[in-house]
């Protein structure tokens, strides 16, 4: 079945968090409305190889962008189908998927995706004009239980911040077209749109209109926990 409660949160960023490794995910803290939520986006997969495939437009123009602007703060639901705000990497013509390119969560030279992102975030935390929009798998409110890194309460945030469907067996339920994930940053006073777009070497590229890998093959061409 595909992934439960598909949103998108619009948020400014407040805070961030490098996670540990074995939990391998990018935390940004976030405000919507005076309610704080955890953005978990993957930097590093449980299968070979490690390696997230990504893509960054760093002047992103796109008609979806519109439908953004007009959100209320917080989470808004998406009905996964065409025609909405809805993404899907394959049939929604967001980007060019053949310029994805796989990047270590963590190197030495800190070429590495983890301070991709935190170079972005970090400039959004700077920049009061900035907004932020991540799609993906809403999670909680988990009431009487903080946040494990930044111990707010109730706990609630969004994962799956990256393509839903073509999996390997093991997340094969959670496959979906019109559901895949992404963190998108409008810097307001610039009118700047900044796009970040993630998926697993494991996962494949051409899917069936239940987001299986046609032939039942992944190409090599995943963490779940947020």
């Given at each position: 079945?595909?992934?439960?409660?598909?949103?998108?949160?619009?948020y400014?960023?407040?805070?961030?968090?490098?996670?540990?490794?074995?939990?391998?995910?990018?935390q940004?803290?976030?405000?919507?409305?005076?309610?704080?939520y955890?953005?978990?986006?993957?930097?590093?997969?449980?299968?070979?190889?490690s390696?997230?495939?990504?893509?960054?437009?760093?002047?992103?123009q796109?008609?979806?962008?519109?439908?953004?602007?007009?959100?209320?703060?917080?989470?808004?639901?998406i009905?996964?189908?065409?025609g909405?705000?809805?993404?899907?990497?394959?049939?929604?013509?967001?980007?060019?998927?053949?310029?994805?390119?796989?990047?270590?969560?963590?190197a030495?030279s800190?070429n590495?995706?983890?301070?991709?992102?935190?170079s972005?975030?970090?400039?959004a935390?700077g920049?009061?004009?900035?907004?932020?929009?991540?799609?993906?798998?809403?999670?909680?409110?988990?009431?009487?239980k903080p946040?494990?890194?930044?111990n707010?309460?109730?706990?609630?945030?969004?994962h799956?911040?990256?393509?839903?469907?073509?999996?390997?067996?093991h997340?094969?339920?959670?496959?979906?077209p019109?559901?895949?994930?992404?963190?998108?940053?409008?810097?307001?006073?610039?009118?700047?749109?900044?796009?970040?777009?993630?998926?697993f070497?494991?996962?494949?590229?051409?899917?069936?209109?239940?987001?299986?890998c046609l032939?039942?093959?992944?190409?090599?061409?995943?963490?779940?926990?947020?």
């Amino acid at each position: 079945m595909p992934i439960n409660n598909y949103s998108v949160l619009k948020y400014r960023a407040t805070d961030h968090f490098f996670g540990p490794s074995a939990n391998y995910h990018y935390q940004i803290l976030a405000l919507a409305d005076q309610v704080q939520y955890r953005i978990a986006v993957d930097v590093q997969s449980q299968e070979y190889p490690s390696e997230l495939l990504y893509f960054v437009d760093t002047n992103y123009q796109n008609p979806i962008t519109d439908g953004l602007a007009q959100l209320a703060w917080g989470v808004t639901p998406i009905e996964s189908v065409p025609g909405g705000i809805a993404l899907d990497y394959l049939r929604g013509n967001l980007f060019d998927v053949t310029q994805m390119k796989p990047l270590p969560a963590d190197a030495p030279s800190h070429n590495d995706l983890d301070d991709l992102i935190d170079s972005y975030v970090q400039q959004a935390i700077g920049d009061q004009s900035a907004v932020l929009y991540a799609f993906g798998q809403m999670w909680g409110p988990e009431e009487n239980k903080p946040d494990q890194y930044f111990n707010f309460l109730p706990g609630r945030g969004i994962h799956d911040i990256h393509m839903n469907q073509g999996n390997t067996s093991h997340w094969y339920r959670d496959d979906g077209p019109w559901q895949d994930g992404a963190l998108l940053i409008h810097f307001e006073s610039q009118n700047v749109w900044v796009a970040l777009f993630l998926a697993f070497q494991s996962q494949c590229f051409q899917t069936d209109d239940a987001g299986h890998c046609l032939n039942g093959q992944a190409t090599t061409f995943h963490s779940r926990h947020h």
